[in-house]
Nanobody, 118 residues
Framework: QVLLVESGGGLVQPGGSLRLTCRAPRTITSVFNGHTMGWYRQAAGKQRELVASITGGRITKYADSVNGRFTISRDNSQKKVYLQMNSLRPEDTAIYYC?????????WGQGTQVTVSS
């Protein structure tokens, strides 16, 4: 299990931007590097869904709904993963969760609320 701490959520107007940060403060760098890191989100009344993921080798994957608007990146030396969210829409409103996966074992952060509203 990896302790994950998210930050950066908040209220933003449609068309605005936010950057989420997830850090793994108690994980050594080599272990962090071996995890695929991801951002998931769960809107009210809906199932949790994958937003974006990035492997240790920086291969990325995005949900169709965010492709071209969101960018996932990681800094292995800092044990952090980021989600840059641009051109935000009301339908992006959700709790965003950081995920770390290695060999099928998942760790989750506590979540950070993102609200897109005018």
């Amino acid at each position: 299990q990896v302790l994950l701490v998210e930050s950066g959520g908040g209220l933003v107007q449609p068309g605005g931007s936010l950057r989420l940060t997830c850090r793994a403060p108690r994980t050594i760098t080599s272990v962090f590097n071996g995890h695929t890191m991801g951002w998931y989100r769960q809107a009210a009344g809906k199932q949790r869904e994958l937003v974006a993921s990035i492997t240790g080798g920086r291969i990325t994957k995005y949900a169709d709904s965010v492709n071209g608007r969101f960018t996932i990146s990681r800094d292995n030396s800092q044990k952090k993963v980021y989600l840059q969210m641009n051109s935000l829409r009301p339908e992006d409103t959700a709790i965003y969760y950081c995920n770390a996966n290695q060999d099928g074992v998942d760790s989750w952060g506590q979540g950070t609320q993102v609200t897109v509203s005018s």
